[in-house]
């Protein structure tokens, strides 16, 4: 090594005695070390001893531009005295200790491991190794070693490794050298192939020697054994090798050991060191084996038990817990088959794909579990402990969907159908041609002769009384079917004053049920002439026909109190001998009219009997039937309880160790002739399901009050399992039932950070409250121990499924309660809600209603076309009405994401209302809406796909017209505008959302496109117009529930088939979106910490409009400046301050869930499932509020230059 020449830093004096002597040392480095070794052991004597009395000695040597670290090093690479040597590692330890990381950092720079090493091999070739030098260098080489990422590697290739194991094996009874060679190969056996090696010189079997039974002696040894034994573990290798040696029982009966004495908690690192031993042991499947057959999951649930009362021996419990699920063996979900259990035989097939695949299965074969979920660590050999590790690893793959073919960014029309094969679908473009000549526009009902409205916006605020007054009256003594001349539909009279989020006062139920008056029954016989009437303080009885005499639709009867069977709900279809009779049949309905104007009982059964399902459904769901009235309360987003998921995996875990308290009771399965399968005994529950949209497969009673419950996969598929919508009854009043769903699928729900179930009882809507309410306690996700088979995840392998489960009770003795993932919204409810707004549409509203195709089930695809007449029949008129601009709105393509439906409700009540906003609205866009583009799919009960098994959400760039008929007729409408010029201006397609919070949008920038895939492009491509943020922004001022911080705006390669992606690309549409909104609720703005109701859905879907309504000033098409100063009234304060990133999102429809659970803490969850959908930021900063002045010069906008926030 070359002598380096002394440097000292200015502020260090150059005499100082310190510098002095590695001057010293500095001359005599090299052959005077040799030479002259007294004077070497002299001043490195002196030298330690300045250090170890004078703290600014350490500092003289170590500050920066000395070079005192490279002459010791140079200096104990040259001397062979043993004395100098053990001197100037002594100088070493003083250095490295006092210094710390930055120090210890230097060291390694400095090449100082390699020199410690060197030491040790040349120490070790002596005869007697000096024991003291030993002893030094390995408690050196543990202090700098975890610094160094290479020194397993430098130990291999230089025999270090053998040195240190055989120093180990002659010095099992000496402590005080063992210690630190136990340290050094922890340190070691951090390099995989280190741990192999090691383990192949008996270095497993040695641990195990040091690892001794619970003693007070020698805790710090054992701790660093049982450490450096976690490290050898890791490698399967050494874990097998330890399966084979018997260790696995070793390792339980330690740990039980220590668990038992250890009554003080003095030494709960070495439980948990043991415990990891165990995890990783465990992640072998031979490992698993021996794991149950030494009875491991008894040990470890009855020692975890004991800890449960201790809140500091969390860490041991969860780490049990981990090792318990892990081992829990593997089942099989108990059904016959993962398909759904309904058929449809499809015509035509594709040749490729999950559906050819399905029906390329020959019959009879097993597809439930196959070989592949028994794989070997597939899932088990995973060493990330914590989701936030699976979603750094998601982070680093974060651009690889990003599309980064920039022929491909460019929107294009692509004309891939000829115009005169678009031609069919002029017929529903007939406003492009209409005359209007047959029209009386001198009618006193037109909008010019009514008085004036007042404006209010639609907000998910409470009915007032005088509402539910003014709205019995109205309702008194006419008739449930509307007659042609009733009054236009005023939306806006539910509506209070705009600052009613000011001065709204806390409501309770109690409160409620005063505000809203208990509404009339209506005692329903299944003999005309005994129609019994209860009185009511709001109204007159309204009789109505019973729905059960209704050509074989039949409604499930509530039992009378006291006169019905012991078990509460029963069937009062056509079954029973007394119901075919016309007797006994007695159902109390309430009016439900008098706060739902569009909702009629009859009506709704009317259109349940057009509506086709595969099942041949005969019944109809109460909530469907009676409806739902929003809550006046807002409710609170459910606080998670400490420890709840971990209680949940516990009781799970019981099922295996006493497996005779379990009952194992099919009370409910589709898959049987007879379904239900038993009859109420008063000690279970009866489940239904078999009504639109219901989907409950089949219920076990695992234990009196707790039943596991399976859902049907989508028809034509064997997965999707999210959507769920049954029926409940025969319960106990008071008594807390458990509920788990056992074949969820996604890696996280919202059911983990607030999300409650919803809740609808018949009893409470009988008693004038008619609604869904959120209900449940003890609500958690989490992974279970039920196999997925890879028929079913694409031929991923070990994946499992995860268990959704929620506890509540009943109120009400006789009752039949309905559970649901979301609000329900049916096809039959869209048809009824379509035939009432027609039916009371005011003159002054141009309103057509089309059957745009045929579903594969046989059921109609409702189009509708909205705008206001024109004001006469003349030329002028007429024209300014056919160059309107068009706006396309979809929605519900995915029939569990209901939400969907009813902010599509909330925007045609507000298009169809009486206010001015809404009738400046129509007077500036064509409306076409299809408000439902998957009904089969929503009327059974499916959750993503159609009847073809697909997701049409992906099916928009090559539609197939006979498995995707939706699609391609919505996409012909879309070309056939294209063709004739006339491309939307606005196309949003409505969706909900699962595992993120708040409403918010989805759009396509090739600028942001480029930006996060970080190709070159040229400048030209950079130069984009930013009306695309333009709609997404005023919503983010206007509407409460929507959120521009989590708007997304990049193409992505896996999205091309989508609805936005295409329409963009294909139909050249700027504004092409896809709007999310939340099943769980909000965590910004006024909403902040509610759970988001039908009403704050509805409200979304008004305020659209009404940020289409601006939308129109800033576009240029009307310059209304009163309503520029009504609408600054309407809106009321100061629109709020919102950033807005572009954030990226892996997956259009389910991006993934940013809110982290911790697992480390509850579940330590260590397979979570990747789903590719991590979010990263760009910011696109666009002004904060849109000025009069942003309105009027709509070309500031596409000169502004965006910044990014990274």
């Not at 510098?19 to 001043?43: F, H, S």
């Not at 236009?488 to 049920?513: C, G, I, M, R, Y």
Request: charge should be negative; charged fraction near 25%.
């Amino acid at each position: 090594m070359n002598k380096p020449k002394m440097a000292s830093e200015k502020g260090v004096p150059s005499n100082s005695r310190a510098q002095i002597l590695l001057a010293q040392l500095e001359k005599i480095t090299g052959d005077g070390m040799v030479r002259d070794p007294e004077t070497a052991r002299q001043i490195t004597s002196k030298l330690l001893h300045l250090i170890q009395t004078q703290e600014k000695t350490s500092k003289e040597m170590m500050s920066k531009g000395t070079s005192g670290m490279e002459v010791i090093l140079s200096s104990l690479e040259n001397t062979r005295d043993i004395q100098t040597i053990l001197n100037i590692l002594c100088i070493l330890s003083e250095l490295l200790t006092l210094g710390k990381g930055r120090r210890v950092g230097v060291f390694v720079s400095k090449g100082g491991t390699a020199v410690l090493l060197r030491i040790l091999i040349t120490a070790n070739k002596e005869f007697h190794p000096n024991e003291e030098l030993m002893l030094q260098v390995h408690a050196l080489l543990a202090k700098v070693g975890p610094k160094d990422r290479k020194l397993g590697v430098k130990a291999r290739l230089t025999g270090a490794l053998n040195v240190t194991i055989n120093l180990v094996k002659k010095n099992l009874q000496n402590v005080k050298l063992l210690l630190p060679c136990l340290q050094v190969l922890r340190v070691y056996s951090a390099n995989m192939v280190n741990a192999i090696s090691l383990g192949k010189s008996g270095a497993i079997e040695l641990m195990f020697k040091i690892v001794a039974p619970y003693s007070k002696k020698n805790t710090s040894l054992i701790k660093v054994a049982v450490d450096a034994l976690v490290a050898l573990l890791k490698s399967k290798t050494n874990a097998r090798r330890a399966v084979e040696g018997s260790y696995v029982s070793t390792l339980l009966a330690l740990y039980l050991d220590w668990h038992r004495n250890d009554t003080w908690h003095r030494h709960t690192v070495i439980r948990k060191g043991l415990l990891s031993c165990l995890r990783n042991v465990t992640n072998i499947k031979l490992g698993r084996r021996a794991f149950t057959k030494a009875d491991g999951m008894r040990i470890l649930y009855n020692s975890s038990s004991e800890c449960l009362s201790v809140r500091t021996l969390d860490p041991l419990v969860n780490a049990s817990s981990l090792i318990m699920r892990k081992c829990f063996p593997k089942n099989r979900l108990p059904l016959p088959t993962i398909k759904s259990a309904f058929h449809y035989q499809l015509e035509h097939v594709l040749a490729s794909g999950p559906v050819a695949q399905l029906y390329s299965q020959p019959p009879g074969v097993d597809d439930v579990v196959d070989d592949s979920d028994d794989n070997e660590d597939t899932e088990a050999d995973t060493e990330n402990d914590t989701e936030n590790e699976e979603d750094e690893k998601d982070c680093r793959s974060l651009n690889d969907d990003i599309e980064k073919d920039l022929n491909k960014l460019h929107p294009q029309k692509i004309p891939s159908r000829p115009y005169e094969e678009l031609r069919v679908y002029e017929r529903f473009f007939a406003e492009l041609s209409e005359d209007f000549q047959g029209y009386n526009f001198n009618s006193p009902t037109t909008s010019s002769s009514q008085p004036a409205q007042p404006i209010v916006v639609p907000a998910a605020q409470a009915l007032s009384a005088d509402h539910v007054a003014a709205a019995t009256a109205q309702n008194v003594g006419k008739p449930s079917a509307p007659e042609p001349t009733i009054p236009p539909l005023q939306v806006d009279a539910t509506q209070l004053a705009e600052d009613f989020s000011k001065n709204e006062e806390p409501h309770n139920q109690a409160a409620e049920q005063e505000q809203l008056q208990t509404p009339e029954y209506v005692t329903l016989n299944a003999d005309e002439t005994g129609v019994k009437q209860k009185g009511s303080p709001v109204g007159a009885p309204k009789p109505t026909q019973s729905p059960l005499l209704l050509e074989g639709i039949a409604i499930r009867c509530l039992a009378a109190a006291g006169g019905g069977t012991g078990g509460g709900g029963s069937d009062c279809g056509s079954e029973g001998g007394e119901d075919e009779g016309g007797e006994g049949s007695v159902l109390e309905v309430p009016d439900t009219a008098q706060l739902l104007p569009l909702h009629d009982l009859d009506l709704y059964v009317e259109m349940v009997k057009g509506t086709k399902s595969v099942p041949h459904y005969t019944e109809v769901a109460y909530p469907d039937y009676f409806g739902h009235v929003a809550p006046t309360y807002r409710e609170p987003l459910l606080e998670r309880l400490y420890g709840v998921q971990r209680s949940k995996i516990f009781q799970d875990i019981e099922r295996l160790i006493h497996p005779n308290d379990i009952m194992d009771r099919v009370v409910y399965d589709l898959d049987l002739p007879r379904c239900p399968v038993i009859e109420s005994d008063g000690e279970t529950l009866r489940f239904n399901s078999k009504f639109e949209s219901g989907n409950l497969r089949k219920a076990i009673q695992i234990r009196k009050y707790e039943y596991d419950l399976i859902l049907n996969s989508d028809i034509n598929s064997n997965h999707h399992h999210q959507w769920f919508y049954f029926e409940v009854s025969g319960m106990r009043v008071g008594t807390m039932y458990r509920f788990n769903i056992i074949n969820c699928e996604k890696s996280n729900s919202q059911f983990n950070y607030g999300m409650q179930v919803l809740m609808y009882s018949v009893q409470e809507a009988i008693s004038g409250r008619p609604r869904w309410v959120r209900t449940g306690s003890d609500i958690c996700y989490y992974k279970n121990h039920f196999a997925r088979s890879s028929m079913a995840t694409g031929g991923q392998k070990g994946k499992s499924y995860y268990t959704m489960t929620f506890s509540t009770s009943f109120s009400h003795k006789d009752d039949v309660c309905y559970f649901s993932y979301h609000y329900p919204y049916t096809y039959s409810s869209l048809k009824m809600h379509l035939s009432k707004l027609e039916a009371m549409k005011a003159p002054e509203i141009y309103l057509r209603q089309d059957v745009l195709c045929e579903t594969l089930g046989g059921n109609g695809c409702p189009l509708l076309t909205i705008s206001a007449m024109p004001e006469s029949n003349s030329s002028d008129h007429i024209c300014q009405f056919r160059n309107r601009p068009f706006i396309f709105l979809s929605a519900r393509v995915h029939p569990g994401e209901t939400n969907a439906s009813w902010v599509m409700k909330g925007t045609l009540e507000f298009l169809m209302g009486g206010s001015l906003l809404a009738a400046t609205l129509r007077e500036a866009y064509i409306f076409k809406i299809v408000p439902m583009l998957n009904p089969d799919g929503v009327v059974n009960g499916n959750h993503r796909c159609s009847l073809s098994g697909e997701d049409l959400n992906r099916q928009w760039q090559n539609p197939n017209p006979e498995l995707h008929p939706t699609i391609y007729h919505t996409k012909s409408l879309l070309q056939y505008l294209a063709h004739t010029q006339r491309a939307p201006l606005v196309f949003c397609d409505f969706h909900g959302h699962s595992r993120k919070k708040n409403v918010f949008m989805y759009g396509c920038s090739l600028k942001e496109t480029i930006w996060q895939s970080n190709i070159s492009a040229p400048s030209s491509d950079l130069q984009e117009d930013l009306a695309y943020r333009a709609l997404p922004k005023i919503l983010s001022q206007i509407a409460p529930a929507f959120s521009m911080a989590s708007c997304s705006f990049v193409v992505e390669r896996s999205k091309e088939s989508t609805a936005r992606v295409v329409v963009w690309r294909e139909i050249g549409v700027q504004r092409s979106y896809t709007m999310e909104s939340t099943v769980c609720g909000c965590d910004q703005g006024k909403y902040k910490g509610f759970q988001i109701g039908t009403k704050e859905l509805e409200e979304m879907g008004a305020q659209f409009c009404v940020a289409l309504l601006r939308l129109k000033r800033m576009t240029g098409l009307h310059n209304h400046q009163h309503l520029l100063d009504l609408e600054s009234d309407l809106i009321g304060t100061q629109p709020k301050a919102v950033s807005c990133p572009s954030t990226y999102v892996m997956d259009e429809d389910e991006p993934s869930f940013l809110e982290a659970v911790d697992y480390s803490a509850e579940s330590n969850d260590e397979d979570t499932e990747a789903d590719l959908e991590a979010a990263a930021s760009a910011a696109d900063e666009v002004p904060e509020r849109l000025s009069d002045a942003e309105s009027n010069n709509h070309h500031a906008w596409k000169s502004e230059p965006v910044t990014s926030s990274q």
